[in-house]
């Protein structure tokens, strides 16, 4: 019977949403993958809310500091809709218990903020990112202080760390979702649908950057003669290195390059024998990408002598390809490189319906912060 109402549930349980620090939107692109309705957009980036405009035209935009976000000026922006769910990726640094407290943190301010909003319009669900380590063990005060923040306010808290290439992200990352659920079911997470936990190959990058046509068949943010390396020596020395290679050992420049390219390094006074980040390093086409970061010079084309274009790295982070992003090649990276997945949110936007749809509430319990710890170190997303 539930299987047979999957279309209504579709139809009945599409949230209408507001998205927080939302850069240039990826996690409101997947959540209107699912269905949900992108009501406004807040960030304090120019280029990444111009983005963020571009491809959610139906949704209005707040471009500034969030605390002057005023309570008049959201009902405004809103039009008076009500808001069923707040997501967004608010700093949670400022909780840490090193140095004099969390009171003096500008950053914890922000994550006030993010629970201001949250107690203005008062949604059914939230939803909000952040980094693995949260979850780790030295950081527990901080997750009991988060989720007391929205316990407070009557909410189901729980938290996961969610692996994108699990969900048909191109890419690997790993990130801390965390929901709160009100008046409805206990928070659920989804399914890995992806890889040896999943039932579907783990898509690629070859897969990924075989067609970066938009539908009016422009590829857009690829300028390629950009990204020609300019660098005659780095340069030369890609020209060695092997498709999914890179040199971070001495090994690796042993095997790969000709004395003549070596850096000028000496090995043995480095931290653990080894340059921090690999350099040179080649993505694989036949698997996902490492962790796409700000930086243009993080990662090189699989087989072409060149950087990659922001078109490329978009694609590996699943970003349509109609999805367009404002700014410089380099503000075009940051805004890349500090979004959500759209097909990781688009999963959580799936599920966050089945948990509109079973509308179960779970009995209060005390919550054992100790487990997230161990999921965080496990790398569990069950």
């Known amino acids: 019977i539930f299987c047979q109402n999957l ?8 949230l209408k949403f507001i998205d927080l620090f939302s850069g240039c939107g990826g996690f409101s692109c997947g959540l209107e993958m699912a269905g949900h309705k992108c009501l406004l957009g807040v960030d304090f980036e120019r280029d990444a809310i111009q983005s963020f405009q ?11 500091d969030i605390k002057t976000l005023t309570q ?8 008076g809709q009500s808001v069923d769910m707040v997501v967004g990726g608010p700093p949670c640094q400022g909780f840490s218990t090193i140095g004099k407290g969390e009171s003096s943190d500008a950053r914890n301010n922000l994550f006030q903020e993010f629970v201001r909003i949250v107690n203005t319009v008062n949604p059914k669900i939230v939803i909000f990112e952040n980094v693995t380590g949260i ?35 191109a890419e690997t990352r790993r990130r801390t979702i965390i929901i709160g659920t009100k008046a409805c079911a206990t928070p659920l997470f989804p399914k890995i649908s992806h890889g040896d936990r999943g039932s579907i190959a783990l898509n690629n990058v070859g897969n990924v950057l075989h067609d970066l046509r938009a539908s009016d068949g ?21 020209k060695h290195i092997p498709e999914g290679c890179s040199i971070r050992y001495r090994k690796d ?45 993080s990662y090189y084309h699989p087989v072409e002598n060149r950087y990659l274009t922001p078109r490329e790295v978009a694609a590996c982070q699943s970003f349509p390809n109609n999805f367009i992003f404002s700014g410089s090649i380099t503000s075009q990276f ?12 688009k999963a959580i936007g799936e599920t966050i319906k089945l948990i509109m749809a079973s509308r179960r509430k779970s009995k209060s319990k005390e919550i054992d912060f100790g487990k997230y710890a161990f999921r965080y170190d496990a790398k569990t997303a069950a």
């Open 7 to 14: 279309s209504m549930i579709k139809k009945q349980n599409t």
């Open 54 to 64: 571009a491809n959610h035209p139906q949704a209005e935009v707040f471009h500034g």
């Open 334 to 345: 940051r805004q890349i490189g500090n979004a959500v997945p759209p097909l990781l949110a």
């Open 135 to 169: 979850l780790a063990k030295k950081n527990q005060p901080i997750l009991k202080k988060i989720f007391k923040s929205f316990e407070d306010l009557g909410y189901t808290m729980d938290a996961r760390v969610l692996s994108s290439e699990e969900y048909g992200v």
């Open 253 to 297: 420049e042993q095997k790969y390059l000709p004395n003549r390219l070596h850096h000028d390094v000496e090995w043995e006074s480095l931290a653990e024998g080894r340059f921090r980040q690999a350099k040179l390093q080649r993505l694989d086409r036949r698997l996902p990408s490492p962790t796409i970061l700000t930086s243009r010079t």
């Open 72 to 79: 008049d000026k959201l009902t405004e922006l809103i039009k």
């Open 218 to 238: 422009i590829i857009y943010n690829h300028d390629v003669k950009a990204a020609e390396i300019k660098k005659k020596i780095d340069l030369e020395r890609l």
